[in-house]
């Protein structure tokens, strides 16, 4: 059964810090490039960050480079997003999703929202 979970989500004020964790089972994790979308009330799903199969190279939406870095463990088969200095235009669904030629698996999502 492959599965993606999603974690760390809540509730922080402007310029505050959340760490996103997903963890997936079910598929050879090392073997998937790993994206973090996010989806925000009224907006499109957006593409946030991408990380190659072995974590050596990170790319980032313009809206959040400088800000969030992504990371990945393979032998925990986790993929984090560090989100700092966060802005309330951050807030929105925030979900995993593991890529390779064949497969395209995604998780439920975990809600950031950041308000004061």
């Known amino acids: 059964q492959v599965q993606l979970v999603e974690s760390g989500g809540g509730l922080v004020q402007p310029g505050g810090s959340l760490r996103l964790s997903c963890a997936g089972s079910g598929f050879t994790f090392s073997s998937y490039a790993m994206r973090w979308y996010r989806q925000a009330p009224g907006k499109e799903r957006e593409l946030v960050s991408t990380?190659?199969?072995?974590?050596?190279?990170?790319n980032y939406a313009d809206s959040v480079k400088g800000r969030f870095t992504m990371s990945r463990d393979n032998a925990k088969n986790t993929v984090y997003l560090q989100m700092n200095s966060l802005k309330p235009e951050d807030t929105a669904v925030y979900y995993c999703n593991a890529v390779n030629f064949r497969y395209n698996y995604w998780g439920q999502g975990t809600q950031v929202t950041v308000s004061s």
């Open positions: 990380i190659s199969s072995i974590g050596g190279t990170t």
